[in-house]
């Protein structure tokens, strides 16, 4: 059983800064590839960017390229999303997620999620 607890959410003007954390309850955490979801009101959970367990590769929606970044500390068993430039759209609640094998972009190849944090950028 993994368990995430996301942090780091908050209000934030367009332009800012924000870095978001998952610490995660599993030995074996390095193992574990690892992604972030956002989900704004009225829309479906979208995929943000995830991090592979072996080489640490990286994969970014198109609309957070070159703004955020995902990284990891095997060592402390979390996942940072850092979030820079960041818009009114990018307003959502963000949750971390596992997949039990593998990774991928969509939400229903992921096993394990954490409770969310919100994110709000105002304009």
């Known amino acids: 059983q993994v368990q995430l607890v996301e942090s780091g959410g908050g209000l934030v003007q367009a332009g800012g800064s924000l870095r978001l954390s998952c610490a995660a309850s599993v030995r074996t955490f390095s193992r574990y590839g690892m992604g972030w979801f956002r989900q704004a009101p009225g829309k479906e959970r979208a995929f943000v960017a995830a991090i592979n367990w072996s080489d640490g590769d990286t994969y970014y929606a198109d609309s957070v390229k070159g703004r955020f970044t995902i990284s990891r500390d095997n060592a402390k068993n979390t996942v940072y999303l850092q979030m820079n430039s960041l818009k009114p759209e990018d307003t959502a609640i963000y949750y971390c997620?596992?997949?039990?094998?593998?990774?991928?972009?969509?939400?229903?190849?992921?096993?394990?999620w954490g409770q969310g944090t919100q994110v709000t950028v105002s304009s």
């Open positions: 997620a596992a997949p039990y094998y593998g990774l991928g972009q969509r939400p229903r190849e992921y096993d394990y």
